[in-house]
């Protein structure tokens, strides 16, 4: 069993969170949703952006931080989007982590990170949040820190693919994306 902090993505904390939450937890897992943005959510990118700069960044990574309190020092940070940078911000207070989870954008690895982490990316191809030379970077900084990377494109898809209740929703790809996440878990 792994406990899994889940962060969500810029849209806030939506229902696509809280059943791959639930996926997880129906796998044996411990999952905590946080809510980033204090019960706000957002229906566009752009009313999502705006929703980020009214609650603050910094009201992001604090929460994002409490969120974790309880949870073990070995939790897998596991991000959506907007997510995938909080994980970013909290790896370096998470040495122990024993993994990494990045939904639909890449992260840059801290200079710390431990050598034999696990780290999965998914992501669209194309997708302007994971542009090739982002994810080529994260690969390279992988491999001079020893990491163990895993990075997983999926053509033709929109960018919140696991999302169903967004037009970018691809069911096959969706599926994929969980079983990959739920080997990586076990």
Known sequence: MAHIALFHSVLGLRPAELLAAERL??????????????????????????????????????RSRQSLGGMPDETVLAGVSMGAGVVAHLWPERPAAV????????????????????VQLHAAQPDEFTPPGRVAALCQAARERSVDLE???????GHFYTDRDLPD??????????????????
């Open 25 to 62: 937890r129906r796998a044996g897992h411990e999952v905590v949703t946080p809510d980033l943005f204090g019960g706000e959510t957002a229906v566009t990118l752009d009313q999502g952006f705006q929703l980020v700069d009214r609650v603050g960044w910094a009201a992001v990574v604090k």
């Open 99 to 118: 993994g990494a989870l990045l939904l639909h954008a890449t992260a840059d690895l801290p200079a710390s990170v431990r050598p034999g982490l696990r």
């Open 151 to 157: 990075v997983f494109r999926y053509p033709g898809v």
């Open 169 to 186: 929703h691809d069911p096959a790809a969706a599926e994929l994306t969980w079983r990959r996440v739920l080997d990586f878990l076990d």
